[in-house]
């Protein structure tokens, strides 16, 4: 009998679901926060009641046999002994200041602790801790399946078959660190013909995290790790310089030791440190020192654990998996400091992976015939998510704005002539990708040749702070033309450095430190916007986009057609593209928009932006 294979990301942040069918492919992953349209769905269930129905309908065999598998959490006494020395003396201070009217930092702290910790409540209160009851009365009431079967996996585990699975290796080194799992927050393997192998290391300590670490960066330098605004911390980082002091104090939180990370003298949140914090009233710049020296002290750290793995197997290929491979930051230089020659990071490597790592665990535990076959040349797909369906476009269409109809070369020439005469396109195609970044599927795409394209797309699209950079999508095969040390970059991973004689063609794509987080775009990965960025390569001489996803600052990327009409309607985008259709606002307002910003910029000193080193 076949047998469908449900993984359920079911921690406190970040759900997600994913299908894979009975030959062991994916069939639909995505994270809850696209469909609830709430950023990162903090303390909602994978497994939505009223959407489950529509997702096994859609995607499973019918009458098929069923696994559900999902991430075990199990609370541990380290977990305790982390819990009592890093949050007990916070909710004391808090208990003894609740009367204030204004909060301590300690005890805002304290109460983001909580939050990100709550996996740790016992089961029967917890609503993500795996039960899958919707998912379950669904499967019984509505399937009926014949068997049905729940499998739970290690939280590190379902992240590493999520990574490595993913990959294009057949055997490599497999790191996965973040902010917590069961008893640790790093944990490696040893990936080989489609089998994982867990390296038999001395654990880091349950309270060195070096997530953990940068979540409480982020809040030092005034942003919300709550809300995933550890993006703010990276993007900063470029305008401040190393700060020794500032280095010490970090360091004395946390520090390496062949092979692992240990606890420091000092309390995660001392008075030192709390003394760093910004007020959110203060400029964002006022943060840039900390964002700076502790990026550099994050990359220290990965480049040593890194390296450290790599004289353990002797291995070429990485594989990063885990929150802290969303560093895109310190993903561009692993490759030149740690002695690997190739690395891997998946689209979703945080914990709306483990969806899809734990389903194909529960798959493979099956099959493990099939585990060496099944690994690729290429990697992954990240176009897993929901499509628009066509009768909701042509409903749009008929009823509310209008449209014309474009298909093929004619469509590709028609946007691209637009984005190189100033227009924001919305880029909406196929299916939804898979993790947290646009890939040309939910995209909002802007000439890059514009100096002053980033200020514009920040003051007037995507409303966040002008310090915000945006990424280039790139031709592979001028990937090697604009960035030294070129890497392919399917899932906008990593960052490079931009050439510097190529730095003035596209400033818009180029951060003030002269990196850009790149997406390397072939056409066997994604036709369409593969025709697109070669169209605006056939018109302009560049062969990139600069493409961010399709949302507002603080919401996730849009849904529903619903959703991506309230976005291109209540903000500065031009023009707005679903499969073969184009709709259209005024005519070169994006442009003019575009040059009135930089008058008013000139005439005030108001938001301008360092230029690139070496442009």
């Given at each position: 009998?076949?047998?469908?294979?449900?993984?359920?990301?079911?921690?406190?942040?970040?759900?997600a679901l994913a299908?894979?069918?009975?030959?062991?492919r994916?069939?639909?992953?995505e994270?809850?926060?696209?469909?609830?349209q709430?950023?990162?769905?903090?303390h909602?269930?994978p497994?939505d009641?009223l959407?489950?129905a529509?997702?096994l309908?859609?995607?499973?065999?019918?009458a098929?046999?069923l696994?559900?598998?999902?991430?075990?959490?199990?609370?541990?006494?380290?977990?305790?002994r982390?819990l009592a020395?890093t949050?007990?003396?916070l909710?004391?201070?808090?208990a003894l200041?609740?009367g204030r009217?204004?909060?301590?930092?300690e005890?805002?702290?304290?109460?983001h602790?909580?939050l990100?910790?709550a996996?740790f409540?016992?089961?029967?209160?917890n609503p993500?801790?795996g039960?899958?009851?919707a998912?379950?009365?669904?499967v019984?009431?509505?399937?009926?399946?014949?068997?049905?079967t729940r499998r739970?996996?290690?939280?590190?585990?379902?992240?590493?078959?999520?990574?490595?699975?993913?990959?294009?290796?057949?055997?490599a080194a497999?790191?996965?660190?973040?902010g917590?799992?069961e008893?640790t927050a790093?944990?490696?393997y040893?990936?080989?013909?489609?089998?994982?192998?867990p390296?038999?290391v001395?654990k880091s300590?349950?309270?060195?995290?070096?997530?953990f670490?940068y979540?409480?960066?982020c809040?030092?330098?005034g942003f919300?790790p709550?809300?995933g605004?550890?993006?703010?911390?990276?993007g900063l980082?470029?305008?401040g310089k190393?700060?020794?002091?500032?280095?010490?104090l970090?360091?004395?939180?946390v520090?390496?030791e062949?092979?692992?990370?240990?606890?420091?003298?000092a309390r995660?949140l001392g008075?030192e440190?709390?003394a760093?914090?910004?007020?959110?009233s203060q400029?964002?710049l006022?943060?840039?020192?900390?964002a700076?020296t502790?990026?550099?002290?994050?990359c220290?750290?990965?480049t040593?654990?890194?390296?450290?793995?790599?004289?353990?197997?002797?291995?070429e290929?990485l594989?990063?998996g885990?929150?802290c491979a969303?560093?895109s930051?310190?993903?561009?230089?692993l490759?030149a400091?740690?002695?690997?020659?190739r690395?891997?990071?998946?689209?979703?490597?945080?914990?709306?992976?483990?969806a899809?790592g734990a389903?194909?665990l529960?798959y493979?535990?099956?099959?493990p015939?099939?585990r060496?076959d099944?690994?690729?040349?290429e990697?992954?797909t990240a176009?897993?998510?929901t499509e628009?369906?066509?009768?909701?476009i042509a409903?749009?269409?008929?009823?509310?704005?209008?449209?014309?109809?474009?298909?093929?070369?004619?469509?590709?020439?028609k946007?691209?002539?637009?984005?190189a005469d100033?227009?924001?396109v919305?880029w909406?195609q196929?299916?939804?990708?898979?993790?947290?970044?646009?890939?040309g599927?939910r995209s909002?795409?802007?000439?890059?040749?514009?100096?002053?394209v980033?200020?514009?797309l920040?003051?007037?699209?995507?409303?966040?702070?002008?310090?915000?950079p945006?990424?280039?999508?790139i031709?592979h095969e001028?990937?090697?033309?604009?960035?030294?040390?070129?890497?392919e970059?399917?899932?906008?991973e990593?960052a490079?450095?931009f050439r510097s004689?190529v730095?003035?063609r596209?400033p818009?794509?180029?951060?003030?430190?002269?990196?850009?987080?790149?997406?390397t775009?072939?056409?066997?990965?994604?036709p369409?916007?593969?025709?697109?960025i070669?169209a605006?390569?056939d018109q302009t001489g560049v062969p990139?986009l600069l493409?961010t996803?399709?949302n507002?600052m603080?919401?996730?990327?849009?849904?529903t057609?619903?959703?991506?009409?309230?976005v291109?309607l209540?903000?500065?985008?031009?023009a707005?593209?679903?499969?073969?259709?184009?709709?259209q606002?005024?005519?070169g307002a994006?442009?003019e928009?575009?040059?009135?910003?930089a008058?008013a910029r000139?005439?005030s000193?108001?938001?301008?932006?360092p230029?690139?080193?070496?442009?």
């Open positions: 009998m076949p047998r469908n294979y449900i993984g359920l990301a079911n921690t406190c942040h970040d759900p299908i894979v069918g009975p030959d062991g994916v069939r639909f992953a994270a809850a926060e696209r469909y609830l709430n950023k990162r769905a903090w909602s269930p497994d009641l959407r489950s529509r997702l309908e859609d995607h499973c065999d019918e098929a046999d696994t559900v598998a999902t991430t075990w959490r199990k609370p541990t006494l380290a977990a305790g982390f020395r949050l007990m003396p909710q004391r201070d808090m200041r609740f009217r204004k909060m301590t930092a005890a805002e702290w304290w109460l602790q909580q990100l910790n996996q409540i016992d089961a029967g209160m993500n801790s039960d899958s009851l998912f379950q009365n669904h019984r009431r509505l399937h009926q399946a014949p068997d049905t739970a996996y290690y939280h590190h585990l379902t992240h590493a078959a999520a990574a490595c699975y993913t990959s294009p290796f057949r055997q497999c790191i996965v660190i973040d917590y799992g008893d790093l944990a490696y040893h990936f080989k013909d489609g089998e994982l192998i390296l038999p001395k300590a349950a309270n060195a995290s070096l997530g670490f979540s409480a960066v809040w030092l330098a919300d709550n809300k605004e550890e993006w703010k911390v990276m980082a470029p305008y190393f700060d020794e002091n500032i280095y010490q970090l360091k004395a939180t520090r390496y062949e092979g692992r990370l240990v606890p420091g003298k995660w008075p440190l709390l760093l914090r910004r007020d959110p400029s964002p006022t943060a840039a020192d900390l700076y502790a990026q550099h002290y994050f220290e750290l990965m040593q654990l890194c390296a450290w793995l790599q004289r353990r197997t002797g291995l290929n594989v990063v885990g929150g969303l560093n930051a310190c993903n561009g230089g490759l400091d740690t002695g690997f020659e690395l891997h990071v998946y689209a979703a490597p945080g914990d709306d992976g483990n899809l389903a194909w529960a493979f535990d099956d099959h015939e099939r060496a099944f690994v690729t040349d990697p992954h176009y897993l998510g628009i369906s066509e009768p909701n409903n749009l269409c008929r009823y509310g704005l209008p449209s014309v109809e474009l298909r093929g070369p004619e469509l590709y020439r946007v691209a002539g637009l984005i100033g227009a924001v919305g909406i196929g299916r939804a990708e898979f993790g947290p970044r646009a890939l599927n909002i795409l802007a000439d890059p040749r514009r100096a002053n980033k200020e514009h920040n003051a007037n699209v995507k409303f966040r702070e002008e310090f915000r945006f990424a280039p999508s031709l001028h990937g090697d033309e604009y960035f030294e040390r070129y890497q970059t399917p899932y906008m990593r490079l450095t004689h730095r003035d596209v818009g794509v180029v951060h003030v430190d002269g990196t850009g987080r790149l997406q775009v072939k056409r066997a990965w994604n369409r916007f593969h025709d697109l070669s605006f390569h990139l493409n996803s399709f507002l603080g919401k996730p990327i849009v849904h057609l619903e959703d991506a009409i309230s291109y209540t903000c500065g985008m031009d707005l593209v679903i499969g073969d259709r184009l709709f606002k005024a005519p994006g442009a928009a575009q040059d009135r910003d008058a000139g005439a000193g108001v938001g301008r932006t230029a690139p080193a070496g442009a």
